[in-house]
Each structure stands twice: as structure tokens, then as C-alpha cells.
């Protein structure tokens, strides 16, 4: 039986204590932390977490000597580093909510520490455990598409003015960033892990809707990779309808996710066929729908991903290099966009944006915040954007 720390109890720990309920013959909430004990103190007896005990910071519950086995960070991301480094240090696994960290160099440090504690770091990216993208890179590891040319990512999210009304919400400081980091990451996340690394980004930001937050809620960007193929990406959280995909073209075929295959075939004049290949789209259609179902999906899929890799001491799906890959990627595109330069990856360490400070110290403020509270009425566990698992876009 594993014991669980939840360090932040804000809206995202909704999602994490539903799911770790689903494990209760793996695992108990024991503590639950936050500068406002009382959010903790409700989602105790919400949830009817009668054995945890509650903290007013992460510092206190390790000082404590409670035993802990996991802690799970769901705190602002300006946090991040700080809480999973002690929890390391303390020989404590540790889960931490996307973004991994404020910069390229506490993520380092964060892996750093995991390496000398010998317990395990994973970094939320729960849209790897839903069947959509499982299935998806299934189809894409085959090589039945052939040469990957092209990848679309639209990364289409909506939320309101107040949105950024919350007191570390549209900063650089304490959010790190605006759609491109928050919410992209998910896209930027899945596109890597399928696609591998780019060589190159070029990237343009914007605040279009949101004149309480000084960050981005619009981005444009382009990953060149090192064969030639080339993918954009839009990050946004001005999108009605919150229409988001991945669409990936290989030499061979179209796949994507929603799930959809076409596969063209040349005339000889070059045009495409009236009539489509439909013995390779047959192959593809039968090869997504034959990769098993996960039985566990989105934070739920990734914390039994993170409990069994516990059990039976192999790497998590979703390790600190992982994470750092992602935040790799976007602070290039806000490199990129900043700068007005096309970016090579990897980013160095002598590099001004790799530093903690070195993207705040650079950005630019679309607006200043004009509103700030400290809290927002509890919305319960948060919309996860589209269901990306029907059978058609």
C-alpha cells in the first residue's frame, strides 16, 4: 500500500484524487497540503479522506515524519521545482502537474535530484493515456503511412475574461506563461513523443481576448525536423468549440486523431485518383481499432502507469526527460517569438532563456493584470478539453 501526499488542492486536484480513489487496494491519501488549509480541509471531507491529514506546506507535512511514499504536486507551476526537489531529497517519489517547471535549468535540477535520490519522477501528460493518441502513435510506429512529411497540431482551447482574474494566473512569474505553456503542453507533449524531436522552431505569439494577463493567448509555430518534415502548431485558448487534432501526413497516408485515414494514389499525370489506396486505408483502419483499449485513461491511466512502475521498479511512461522535452519545445517557441529568430534545439545551458528568470526577464507584457483573487469558486475536477476518442473529427 502506497501513501500519497497531495501538495495543492486547488481545482487539478480533483483529477488526481478521483483517480487515485480507483487504486484504493494500491494506494491511500494520507496528507493533503495548501496555504489555504481550508481547500484542504474540503476536499478531505468531500472525499471522505478521514485518514489524511492536512498541512499548510510541503515543508511542514515532510518535517513531519508522516510516512510518505509518493508526493503528488499540483501546485501553481512557479512551485514545481522547489516542492519536487525536497520531496526528492526526502526519498519521496514524485508526480508533478504540467509544466515540469519555470525553466529548462530547474528541470535539470529536478532530474538531478531524482538521479540522486533513486525514486522516481513523472511529469503529467495525461493525454499520452487516452486511446486517441495511443492508438494514433500505434499507427505511426508501424510505418504503414511511410515517411512522416507533415504534422497539423491544433491545440484549440476557450476560456473566459475572469479566467485570468485568479491572483498567479497571466503572469510570467508565477503561471510562466499564457495558452502555449498551460494548455499546448499537452499537444506539444504527444506530437514529440510521436514524432521525435525537431531540429528548428519558429514561432509568433499574441494577446488577442484577454486584457487581464500579460502572457499569450494566441501562438503560431513551426518545428522543422532534421529529415525535412515540418509541423504547426497552434496554441490557443481563444477558440469556440474547443476543435482540438492532430492530423499527420506521411508519404502514404493521412492519419490522425479523431481518427480518420485517407490514403491517395497517383494518376499518372501526378493528380490524385478518383479512387483512394483502400487495401492500405483498410490496414491502417484495422491497426487502430486492433491496439487494445487502455483500461485506464487520462490522470487515471498515468498514476497507475506511476503506481506500477513503482511496484515493479521500471521507468514510468512519462519520466523528468520526458517533461524537460516538452518544456524544451516551448520555450522555444517563446524564444522564437520574442526574439524574432528561428530557434536550434537543443537550447544550451549558457543560453539567457534556459536560466530561471532569463523568459521574464525577456517577455513582454500584452497587458498588466487588472484584477486579482485569490480564489474562484470550486468548479470541481477540470474539463480536459475535447473527447478525442470518436470515431470521426
Known sequence: MLNIAIVGTGNISHNHIQSYLQFADRCRIV??????????????????????????????????????????????????????????????????????????????????????????????????????????????????????????????????????????????????????????????????????????????????????????????????????????????????????????QGEKARISAPWKVYASQSADNGFPQADNHRELEEQLDALFHATPALQWTLHSGQIDNLLSAIEQQTPPLVDGEQGKRSLELITAIYKSAITRTVVTLPIPSHDDFYRTGGLMAKAPHFYEKSTSVSNFTEVGAIPLGKDLDSGAE
Open 31 to 248: 496528507a493533503l497540503v495548501d496555504i489555504w488549509p481550508e481547500k484542504a480541509e474540503e476536499k478531505k471531507t468531500r472525499y471522505g479522506l478521514s485518514e489524511a491529514r492536512v498541512y499548510n506546506s510541503h515543508q511542514a507535512m515532510l518535517d513531519a515524519g508522516i510516512n510518505v511514499d509518493v508526493v503528488d504536486v499540483c501546485t501553481p507551476p512557479y512551485v514545481h521545482a522547489d516542492i519536487s526537489i525536497d520531496a526528492l531529497h526526502a526519498g519521496k517519489h514524485v508526480l508533478c502537474e504540467k509544466p515540469m517547471a519555470a525553466s529548462l535549468a530547474e528541470c535539470d535540477a529536478m532530474i538531478a535530484a531524482q538521479k540522486a535520490s533513486g525514486k522516481m519522477l513523472s511529469v503529467i501528460a495525461q493525454n499520452r493515456f487516452t486511446d486517441a493518441f495511443w492508438r494514433l502513435k500505434a499507427a505511426v510506429d508501424s510505418g504503414l503511412a511511410g515517411k512522416i512529411c507533415h504534422a497539423q497540431v491544433d491545440s484549440f482551447w476557450w476560456r473566459g475574461h475572469c479566467y485570468y482574474d485568479l491572483w498567479w494566473r497571466g503572469t510570467w512569474q508565477k503561471e510562466g506563461g499564457g495558452c502555449t505553456l498551460n494548455h499546448a503542453v499537452h499537444h506539444i507533449d504527444a506530437i514529440q513523443w510521436m514524432l521525435g524531436f525537431p531540429s528548428e522552431v519558429v514561432a509568433m505569439m499574441s494577446n488577442v481576448a484577454h486584457d487581464n494577463a500579460e502572457v499569450e493567448d494566441l501562438s503560431a509555430a513551426i518545428f522543422k525536423y532534421s529529415d525535412g518534415a515540418l509541423a504547426q502548431l497552434t496554441a490557443s485558448v481563444v477558440h469556440h468549440g474547443e476543435d482540438q487534432k492532430i492530423v499527420i
